[in-house]
């Protein structure tokens, strides 16, 4: 079946620093993919809409300049939390979905837990 | 996509059938339903989806009433290992199309 791959797995850094998480579909391409976010005891709710070659789409209050987005090829796509700070502690999750049309679900990778110090 | 309504939570007996509800009365006819579930600290996990005909697979079976305003996931033999958060989801075909989560269920299955 389709995999998601994200990478780390848990980081820690220090406030004011920047964090990258990769996210990587193994075994088909995804010319979109979606960043969620999940604070303890709530559900995901999405980032942004990852497209392969051109801009991301944010979802209101999300700052684009705060959570750069890349999506450079058809297997990666990166965010990058920039000037991380203790409030951007958090459960970070990408997905993606094989196919462009048809009922193709979303897989998701495994998250990557983010604890700003 | 239209909403869901699920259970906030539910426990089930280890090796009974655990049955899990959602309501989507306001479904429209090119919407699927999936089901996800999100074991403690990892990302969700897909588990099925269906338009209108019942469908099984290895993990579970999906139930969907003849109007498509309601439907069951079956779990037929729950483990301890499925205790999760299980999340209902309505969404449009195409892997453009993001998943909006709801609450979820939280199935906890006891021994």
Not at chain 1, 27 to 39: E, P, S, V
Not at chain 1, 54 to 69: M, P
Not at chain 2, 83 to 97: E, F, K, L, N, P
């Amino acid at each position: 079946g389709a995999v998601v791959s994200q990478h780390p797995s848990r980081v820690i850094c220090k406030s004011g620093t920047s964090v990258k998480i990769e996210c990587r579909s193994l075994d088909f391409q995804a010319t979109t993919m979606f960043w969620y976010r999940q604070f303890p005891k709530q559900s995901l709710m999405l980032m942004a809409t990852s497209n392969e070659g051109s801009k991301a789409t944010y979802e209101q209050g999300v700052e684009k300049d705060k959570f750069l987005i890349n999506h450079a090829s058809l297997t990666l796509s990166t965010l990058t939390v920039t000037s991380a700070h203790p409030e951007d502690s958090s459960f970070y999750i990408c997905s993606a979905a094989p196919g462009l049309e048809g009922s193709s679900p979303l897989h998701f990778g495994n998250g990557t837990r983010l604890t700003v110090t | 996509d239209a909403k869901t309504t699920q259970p906030p939570s539910m426990d089930c007996a280890e090796g009974r059938a655990a049955n899990l509800p959602c309501n989507h009365s306001t479904i429209s006819g090119n919407e699927y339903v999936y089901w996800y579930r999100q074991i403690h600290s990892q990302g969700p996990q897909y588990i099925i989806h269906g338009l209108k005909n019942n469908e099984t697979n290895e993990m579970a079976s999906l139930i969907i009433t003849e109007d498509r305003k309601s439907s069951t996931l079956i779990l037929p033999h729950a483990t301890l290992r499925d205790t999760a958060v299980y999340y209902c989801i309505v969404r449009v075909a195409g892997s453009a199309r993001q998943l909006t989560f709801g609450s979820g269920t939280q199935l906890t299955v006891l021994p």
